[in-house]
């Protein structure tokens, strides 16, 4: 079974802080990694994608891929509580579905004031 | 406005019916994917299309069936074989179906048993 492994929290950092989100993965050979931001009741939305090891920044977002270890993270500064919300990790994954994504159940981020 | 639409935004489904969530894209995109989201849980594949006329099972697809007759639309019928139907579908969709595909997302559908 290709498994994607979050911490579910909820994460709670305060305002202005760097938040750290963290996902493994089990399959070796997957070659692309999402992250997503969904707030309650809402469809997700894409905040980065990365492809390649190292680092990936965007704005006050940075992605941080590591296949050796099969580990992904998201870094976020400064925080706002506007960030807070449930970041999901998709990885591309090739199994019976072709090129899907398998996503991990998310991490909740509270962002306080 | 390119965009993807879902509609209804919500759907009541009543023992042993079935109901069909509409899935529509502008974004002129080859593949579209069904997704279910229950409570506090991940995203798990239903179906998926990487052209017209032809779609895949994905992981959940008991229950489901699709069809995929125009590049744009993908609609997700959810059969009385569906034991638990109620949770969140998403609909999604990216240019092709290579591993470096993006993939955005619809408003969702959430589907509730009465």
């Known amino acids: 079974q290709k498994e994607v492994e979050q911490n579910s929290g909820p994460l709670s950092v305060p305002e202005g802080a760097i938040a750290s989100l963290n996902c493994t993965y089990s399959?070796?050979?997957?070659?692309?990694f999402f992250w997503y931001r969904q707030y309650s009741g809402k469809s997700p939305e894409l905040i980065m994608f990365i492809y390649s090891n190292g680092d990936k920044e965007d704005g006050r977002f940075t992605a941080q891929l590591n296949k050796a270890s099969q580990y992904v993270s998201l870094l976020i500064r400064d925080s706002q509580p506007s960030d807070s919300a449930t970041y999901l990790c998709?990885?591309?994954?090739?199994?019976?579905?072709?090129?899907?994504?398998?996503f991990g159940k998310g991490t909740s981020l509270l962002v306080t004031p | 406005d390119g965009g993807i639409t879902q509609s209804p935004k919500y759907l009541f489904r009543k023992e042993g019916q079935n109901v069909t969530l509409s899935c529509e894209q502008n974004?002129?995109?080859?593949?579209m994917y069904w997704y279910r989201q229950d409570p506090g849980q991940g995203l798990r594949l239903i179906y998926y299309s990487q052209i017209v006329n032809d779609f895949q099972k994905g992981d959940i697809a008991e229950g489901y069936s699709v069809s995929r007759e125009k590049k744009e639309s993908f609609p997700l019928t959810v059969t009385s074989a569906q034991k638990n139907p109620t949770a969140f579908y998403l609909c999604a969709s990216s240019k092709g179906a290579t591993s470096q595909e993006t993939q955005y997302f619809g408003p969702g559908t959430r589907l509730l048993v009465l």
């Open positions: 974004l002129n995109h080859d593949a």
């Open positions: 998709a990885v591309n994954m090739i199994g019976n579905s072709g090129y899907a994504l398998n």
């Open positions: 399959d070796r050979g997957s070659q692309s």
